[in-house]
């Protein structure tokens, strides 16, 4: 079976669970409001910055700080190993084992034993593991792998655990929880007094001491780490930090993002062993190995982009805010690491292929980036995967077409979306298209689409007229949506300036906005539409650039940028381009005191909830500036929940996965439903044509507007 449609499969066993539907969800909904009560009274984004700066500048240092920790560790009577494959970490417990005459394991949670499979090896090699981290033993009796860094049997109800617990102990068990917990102790206190071996990981190794510390909250790394004579500590390099005081922040972020504690029930920092105490009274010498796995990540650090990564304090926040981890749980991503921030993992310590399927399932909503405490820009890493998967793999013959020939070249997009406009006639009723017919039907699934104008915005400009003395000359960039779908929206942004006293000015050159070729990992014919639209733009000598359409400006302003900084000749021409570019709600805020200069018509009753784009909320910061020009409007602002959820649009996302899509916007539509307000106003044209459309397809009474048409209609005549 083709990876994609084995991917596809998975997608849809997952979609088919409805105990792994309910248990995330449920899970999702509550920890954004736990961990926000758990960051009460901390300065998260100093804590973050000071994370980012002394991980960043440690992995910098990795093998350096590695060879410091050896050294202090091992003044301190433990035996450093540093590993560089993960076949040379497993053979060197296996031969620590052997040698002791190991026949027992426990052990403790540890990602960086799950991601070389340690136990199976160990297995292979007659040595029983069993692990003590309750989470970790409840998938290991199952036969799975974690489905989540923190929390690996978060897919489980509690009634399939009762069910596994009831195979392993031999007896039907219920679903009450404090009984399981008794169960499950009884079994692994055995398992700890009769192992021979304790295997744990660590979160934080500091160099300057040759300390490992550990965070748990079970106490299980606490009788792992001291009941056998040998304690093997499986530590990933990037967890070195350079001094004690460095751990810190990491320990006041990684259980408040983890699991919305202020700390975790046990801390424990081990330098050096300690004798251990036998149940008889004896006392009797204590080894501690300690070692410092590889595995990929100096090959990461030596990579400019990817070593952001290392910053990771495996929290799994991203995981707990991420919607297609919430629909899918962690098994869909086939590796021990799941998610975006896993996908990336995944690249550098298991498989670049594997990785290079998986970065398709993020939606690039950004969310997870606003709650990293280590800085990583995770969006930013899954794109530039997917560029370097198309930079080895190459793109298919039509997507090639469409960004080499189609998309730069506006008279032949144009004539060629008039032939679509005339053949999508039989299908259009009040603008919208509902049914489409054989394989297009799933386009008008669970939405209806908003139909192709007759006449695009570019064809309407003589009938826009002009301002006398203009106070600025504003560039329109309309993007693809505006100019061909909704050019009523291109008509209230020139009602709006004209009511500024300003000049609308609308270059024909303009092209796509580059964002599909970047998503599509092109960037060379996203580099090709920059320069053609930063000419455009030039040529046209305005004073301000601006768009109705957030994942535009982003690209204009930011993405343009990075595209061309390597380019002698275009780099300080994107630049100048960029300072002018604005989103058009901020531009207009901006300009007039938040809409009160603006003429406009008396209070009105109409109640207007507000969708946050992704792209505008997170990637340009800007989410009071609409509501302040509703509120300007004299509109009633009513918020919905949820507000700042992705809608599920994603650009051709919605096309490549309609089965995730559909769900999360159906879970966006409810949230406006709930709301009550008559409008839901928004400021990207993508979520207008998801959203308007999921709402016309629902027979909803309730509207969709972009925020300039709403503010237009609300301007005096
Ligand atoms: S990427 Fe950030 S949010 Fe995700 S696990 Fe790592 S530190 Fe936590
Ligand atoms: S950008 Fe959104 S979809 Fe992608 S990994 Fe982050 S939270 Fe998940």
């Known amino acids: 079976m083709s990876g994609c449609r084995n991917m596809k499969k998975k997608i849809q066993n997952a979609l088919d669970n409805p105990n792994l539907q309910g248990a995330l969800g449920r899970f999702a909904d509550s920890y954004v409001d736990a961990r926000a009560r758990a960051y009460k009274g901390k ?38 190993y540093i590993a560089k494959t993960a076949d040379d970490a497993k053979n060197y417990i296996r031969d620590l084992a052997l040698a002791n005459n190991v026949k027992q394991v426990i052990k403790s949670k540890s990602m960086a034993s799950e991601e070389i499979y340690l136990n199976h090896f160990l297995e292979e090699n007659g040595i029983t593991a069993a692990e003590s981290d309750l989470g970790e033993w409840i998938i290991q009796l199952a036969g799975e792998s974690p489905s989540h860094m923190v929390m690996p049997a978060i897919h489980l109800t509690r009634a399939e655990v009762a069910e596994i617990f009831s195979k392993e102990v031999n007896e039907r068990l219920s679903d009450d929880i404090p009984k399981l917990v008794k169960v499950a102790r009884s079994e692994l206190r055995e398992k700890f007094l009769s192992a021979d071996m304790g295997i744990s990981g660590a979160n934080i190794a500091v160099a300057e001491t040759g300390t490992i510390i550990i965070l748990t909250n079970e106490g299980n790394a606490r009788l792992t780490t001291t009941l056998p004579p040998i304690h093997v500590a499986l530590v990933g390099m990037e967890k070195l930090v350079e001094k004690f005081s460095d751990a810190g922040p990491i320990m006041e972020c990684l259980p408040r993002s983890a699991t919305a504690q202020q700390l975790t029930s046990y801390v424990t920092m081990i330098t050096g062993p300690t004798p251990t105490a036998l149940p008889d009274g004896t006392v009797q010498p204590k080894e501690l190995h300690i070692v410092l796995m590889d595995n990929g990540r100096t090959k990461m650090k030596d990579d400019e982009i990817f070593n952001e990564a290392l910053q990771c304090i495996r929290c799994a926040s991203c995981l707990n805010v991420c919607p297609i981890y919430q629909l899918l749980g962690g098994h869909v991503f086939g590796s021990v690491y799941t998610g975006g921030i896993g996908t990336v ?60 020939s189609l998309l730069p070249n506006r008279k ?44 695009p915005f570019r064809e309407q400009l003589n009938e826009l007229g002009t301002v006398n003395s203009p106070k600025y000359k504003v560039g329109f960039f309309g993007g693809c949506l505006i100019d061909f779908v909704y050019p009523n929206l291109g008509r209230s942004v020139n009602k709006i300036l004209k ?84 989103d058009f709600s901020n531009f207009v805020a901006t300009q007039t005191d938040g809409g009160k200069t603006l003429a406009l018509k008396s209070k009105d009753t109409t109640t207007v909830t507000y969708h946050d784009s992704c792209h505008l909320r997170r990637h340009l910061g800007i989410f009071e500036e609409p509501r302040q020009l509703i509120r300007a409007a004299g509109l009633d602002l009513k918020e919905m929940a949820w507000s700042d959820r992705c809608c599920g649009f994603g650009g051709s996302y919605t096309l490549r996965f309609p089965e995730l899509s559909q769900p999360i916007l159906q879970q966006k539509l409810a949230n406006i439903k709930d709301s009550g307000a008559e409008i839901v106003a928004m400021d990207c044209p993508g979520c207008l044509m998801q959203i308007g459309g999921g709402l016309d397809k629902a027979n909803s009474k309730q509207r969709a507007k972009h925020t300039v ?6 301007l005096n005549d």
């Not at 804590?47 to 002394?54: G, N, P």
């Not at 008008?444 to 908003?450: C, D, H, N, W």
């Open 412 to 455: 032949l997009f144009h004539s060629m979306l008039k032939v679509a406009s005339k053949a999508q006639k039989p299908f259009v009723k009040d603008k919208m298209v509902r049914h489409l017919p054989m394989f297009l039907a799933g386009l008008t699934e669970g939405r209806s689409l908003p139909a192709l104008a007759d006449k």
């Open 43 to 80: 300065d998260f984004e100093a804590l973050r910055s000071q994370i980012a700066d002394k991980k960043g500048s440690a992995a910098k240092r990795m093998e350096e700080l590695a060879q410091q920790f050896k050294k202090n560790a091992e003044a301190r009577g433990a035996k450093v």
């Open 345 to 404: 993992l995944t690249a550098f310590f298991n498989n670049f292929e594997d990785a290079g399927e998986l970065q398709n399932l993020c939606i690039s909503c950004e969310r997870c980036k606003e709650v990293c405490p280590g800085k990583v820009n995770i969006p930013k890493l899954i794109l530039e995967l997917r560029n370097r998967v198309v930079a080895k793999n190459g793109l298919p013959a039509g997507q090639k077409f469409l960004l080499n």
């Open 709 to 714: 048409e709403l503010l237009a209609e609300r």
């Open 499 to 582: 009511n500024m006293n300003m000049q609308l000015v609308y270059p024909l050159e303009q092209a796509c906005c580059g964002v599909p070729a970047s998503h599509m990992g092109a960037r060379e014919a996203a580099a090709n539409l920059a320069k053609q639209n930063i000419a455009a733009f030039e040529k046209a000598g305005v004073d301000y650039i601006v768009t109705a359409c957030p994942t535009c400006t982003a690209a204009l302003k930011h993405d343009y940028v990075s595209l061309l900084q390597e380019d002698k000749q275009w780099a300080k021409r994107a630049r100048e381009f960029a300072d002018k570019v604005e």
